[in-house]
């Protein structure tokens, strides 16, 4: 998302801000609800909690693994900036509002759905405050990770960056 809103801003078209920001939200708000419907609504015990953890964890494995794949491939020589930068504009040029509010959706969503598997599948009562803990402050330090970067005016070396990440 920083990338998106660094790009509108630099392109002056501060107008379609509110649509990637409506995304994200959006997103966030889904991704709230997914996590209700698959802790509260969903009553599964015994086997079948054993066997449905078990799914969910080789589905977050594949997930996590395919986005790896796809951030390395996005490391090299800039691409994931040109990738970016074609779609904005592009949908700039139409004036396709809607095609942000989607961009901005998708890219959190598949986010916050992942990391709703994570902690799903690692999920245990008895460590609770522990995992809590670990969501919050990873929470803060992705906060200041992004006022730094959308304030302070850093640049984010994106290919290093998505090469260092990918790194297993």
């Known amino acids: 998302m920083v990338g998106i809103i660094a790009f509108l801003r630099k392109a002056e078209r501060r107008e379609a ?7 994200w939200i ?9 996590w209700v419907v698959a802790t509260w609504l969903i009553d599964i015990s015994g086997a079948n909690r054993e ?27 800039g691409r994931w900036q040109q990738y970016l930068n074609e779609r904005l504009s592009a949908a700039l040029g139409r ?4 095609f942000l509010f989607v961009l901005s959706f998708v890219a959190v969503y598949r ?24 969501l919050v402050v990873g929470s803060a ?4 990770i992004t006022f730094a970067l959308l304030r302070l005016g850093m640049r ?4 290093k960056f998505f090469a260092f990440s990918s790194a297993r």
């Open 26 to 34: 959006g997103a966030l708000v889904a991704g709230g609800l997914t």
């Open 111 to 134: 986010e916050v759905f992942e990391t709703i598997l994570f902690y799903a599948a690692m999920w245990n009562p008895r460590d609770a405050g522990a995992i809590v803990s670990g």
């Open 141 to 144: 330090g992705l906060a200041l």
């Open 95 to 98: 004036g396709s509002m809607i």
């Open 17 to 23: 801000l509110k649509w990637v920001h409506a995304g």
């Open 51 to 77: 066997l449905t953890e078990g799914l969910s964890s080789l589905f977050a494995a594949a997930v996590l693994l395919s986005v790896g794949i796809w951030m390395h491939q996005k490391s090299l020589a």
């Open 156 to 159: 984010l070396p994106i290919g």
